[in-house]
């Protein structure tokens, strides 16, 4: 596969609006995780932006399966918007500390809860797509590959590590660091060269993001000692 059937071939048959549609998602994605890595609360906002555009996107070309988790990121955004407005004294920013032996086992159990969601709306995934319709469809996970199992697991990993974040907790960027990276070659293999490369952008930020969170931290607690 060369660089213009990566990067060129998969758009031209996209019109401008959805190309000026996609690229203003990923603008206002990245945007947002500059934002989480500053510990601001316009993480949120922005990608609020993100995810419904998202959803605008998938739901036309017929990916109901793939826009219903993105609709779950968007109320997942709301749901850490709220909590950051409660734990910020300028309702900027916030303070950010480790996970507790309860949030890591609470964590554990919203991974596996995940899981079982997204295989489930897998599964459901051909009567989804067909308008919610039955006819000619086979429920299954037959017509799943490599790729889509690999989003089942990601998909989970960014579902707790946006549970992470909206707690003000470290761990966040680690769940982003092993999604982001797994979703690299995952989109090259879907033939979405551009959205892998955001994915790219994404790991870096994300490495940045947790040794920023991890610094704040440290010079925190030299403070107070």
């Not at 990566?6 to 995780?33: C, D, R």
């Not at 507790?100 to 969601?117: D, H, N, W, Y």
């Not at 989109?187 to 952008?201: A, D, H, N, P, R």
């Not at 490495?207 to 440290?218: A, E, P, T």
């Amino acid at each position: 596969m060369n660089l213009y059937d990566l990067f060129v071939k998969p758009y031209e048959n996209y019109s401008g609006l959805q190309i000026l549609l996609e690229a203003t998602g990923t603008f206002f994605g990245i945007l947002s995780v500059y934002f989480s890595i500053k510990k601001n609360i316009w993480v949120y906002p922005t990608g609020i932006i993100s995810t419904l555009i998202y959803v605008y996107i998938l739901f036309n070309f017929g990916l109901l399966g793939d826009c219903m988790i993105n609709v779950y990121y968007t109320a997942m955004s709301i749901y850490g918007w709220i909590l950051w407005s409660k734990n910020s004294e300028d309702h900027i920013h916030v303070e950010v500390s480790w996970a507790t032996k309860k949030e890591r086992i609470f964590a554990g159990v919203l991974f596996v809860l995940s899981m079982a969601l997204v295989t489930l709306i897998y599964y459901y995934k051909p009567y989804i797509d067909n308008q919610f319709s039955m006819e000619g469809t086979h429920l299954g996970l037959y017509h799943l590959d490599w790729a889509n199992w690999l989003d089942v697991i990601t998909t989970s990993i960014f579902l707790v590590g946006m549970w992470f974040m909206a707690r003000q907790r470290i761990e966040n960027w680690i769940f982003w660091i092993i999604g982001d990276f797994i979703c690299i070659p995952m989109m090259i293999f879907k033939e979405l060269g551009i959205t892998s490369v955001q994915y790219l952008v994404f790991t870096i930020m994300a490495i940045l993001g947790y040794l920023n969170w991890k610094k704040s931290l440290k010079e925190k607690s030299t403070i107070k000692s």
